[in-house]
């Protein structure tokens, strides 16, 4: 069983940054593609971020392309999602997502992910 923890969070101004990060206790973490998504009050889950298994290839949603980066060190079973020139609207939860079947066409479904963590608060003041 993969259970992702979330770590990062936190309350932040507009155009500040931050550090999310996702750890799993797994031996073949490198084999898992790991996705952010979050949600905001009232909305669906929206993907954020992903970077998939082995060669590491990143994928962005439009609305954090340049300013949000996602990397793995698969050494330390840990993704990482710097967060940069934040802006109010980021303000919501945020969740990392595991999966180790997902295909690339599928990267961008929250549905298609088996494994989620908790979540973490990320609150961006104007």
């Known amino acids: 069983q993969v259970q992702p923890v979330e770590s990062g969070g936190g309350l932040v101004q507009a155009g500040g940054s931050l550090r999310l990060s996702c750890a799993a206790s797994?031996?073949?973490?490198?084999?898992?593609?790991v996705a952010w998504f979050r949600q905001p009050p009232g909305k669906e889950r929206e993907f954020v971020a992903a970077?998939?298994?082995?060669?590491?290839?990143?994928y962005y949603a439009d609305s954090v392309k340049g300013r949000f980066t996602i990397s793995r060190d698969n050494g330390k079973n840990t993704v990482s999602l710097q967060l940069d020139s934040l802006r109010t609207e980021d303000t919501t939860v945020y969740y990392c997502?595991?999966?180790?079947?997902?295909?690339?066409?599928?990267?961008?479904?929250?549905?298609?992910?088996?494994?989620w963590g908790q979540g973490t608060q990320v609150t961006v003041s104007s």
């Open positions: 997502a595991v999966d180790q079947r997902l295909i690339l066409t599928s990267l961008r479904l929250p549905n298609a992910y088996d494994y």
């Open positions: 797994v031996s073949t973490f490198s084999a898992y593609a």
């Open positions: 970077i998939f298994r082995s060669y590491g290839r990143t």
